[in-house]
């Protein structure tokens, strides 16, 4: 089991920019594939990205291009960089972690860990 605690989110004006933190513990991060996930109101929780321990990574179409998913296994972290932030992108986001020795997971089914989520608002 990996402990997960989401940082970063916030009020951000459309076209601006946020990242997003992820640290982990507990476990030997770098044996785990790390993905986002986001929940608006009133919506089912969604897939943003996922990245695997070796570096591989995988977007969600909405935000290909704009979005960056990274980590740093030496600080036990995984980050999402959000660029070009638009209303629809408000939401509550969710880290998540899987054991995997190779690949990376874009189902929720497939997540076995979670953190608490950060709220992240896109507004004037």
């Known amino acids: 089991q990996v402990h997960l605690v989401e940082s970063g989110g916030g009020l951000v004006q459309p076209g601006g920019s946020l990242r997003l933190s992820c640290a982990a513990s507990g476990s030997t991060f770098s044996r785990y594939a790390m993905g986002w996930f986001r929940q608006a109101p009133g919506k089912e929780r969604e897939f943003v990205a996922a990245?695997?321990?070796?570096?591989?990574?995988y977007y969600a179409d909405p935000v290909k291009g704009r979005f960056t998913v990274s980590r740093d296994n030496s600080k036990n972290t995984v980050y999402l960089r959000m660029n070009s932030l638009k209303p629809e992108d408000a939401a509550v986001y969710y880290c998540a972690a899987v054991q995997r020795d190779y690949g990376l997971a874009s189902r929720e089914s497939e997540y076995d860990n979670w953190g608490q989520g950060t709220q992240v608002t896109v507004s004037s």
């Open positions: 990245i695997s321990w070796g570096g591989a990574t």
